[in-house]
């Protein structure tokens, strides 16, 4: 499971001991690789088979989409990471779990990317520069990138790295 250059590339912002919320987390590439750097994880999806039970892991299985109540009410993290997932009314939900200083890493598809296959609809595709507008005055920007990747396959994301204010 190759975790994403961006996250790794990053992950030396989240300061050690810090609690990490993975969101949909699918196979749980970054809940394993933010435990094997001594974080405590929380990893959300709605398909929770594939994630690993460990005791530093702490697996919550939600659909956040289907109007559910939010599964982390009053919580708040050290670090939330998204990647290759996007439903736009989460963001104010995943801001506010977020400690003060905390790090936010997200990078997932955007417009352009209907070029090279799926994700192609405009819901599942951040508009061009539409990580910098949702952080901004709220976060420290420490990292951003719009561009096309090869690896793991042909596509065109966004990501950010970035500290809450
Ligand atoms: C493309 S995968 C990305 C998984 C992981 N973040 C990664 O990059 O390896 C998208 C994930 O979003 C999850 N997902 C999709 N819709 C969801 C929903 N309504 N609620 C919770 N998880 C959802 C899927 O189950 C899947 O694991």
Do not use: C
């Not at 708040?76 to 506010?96: C, M, S």
């Amino acid at each position: 499971m190759t975790v994403s250059s961006w996250i790794a590339n990053w992950a030396g912002l989240v300061p050690a001991g810090a609690t990490v919320l993975d969101i949909a987390a699918g196979k749980g590439r970054h809940t394993r690789f933010f435990a094997g750097r001594d974080h405590r994880v929380t990893a959300v999806d709605r398909d929770v088979s594939s994630l690993p039970a460990a005791a530093d892991i702490e697996i919550i299985a939600a659909d956040l989409e289907d109007g559910s109540p939010w599964p982390l009410a009053g919580r708040t993290f050290g670090a939330v990471v998204v990647t290759n997932y996007l439903h736009r009314p989460l963001f104010p939900r995943l801001f506010d779990a977020l400690q003060p200083g905390g790090i936010l890493l997200y990078e997932t598809f955007m417009a352009g990317n209907e070029h090279f296959g799926k994700p192609s609809r405009p819901e599942f595709l951040l508009k061009d520069g539409e990580l910098l507008e949702l952080v901004r005055g709220r976060f420290s920007v420490i990292a951003y990138e719009a561009r096309t990747i090869s690896e793991p396959k042909m596509a065109m994301v966004q990501r950010i790295a970035a500290r809450l204010l």
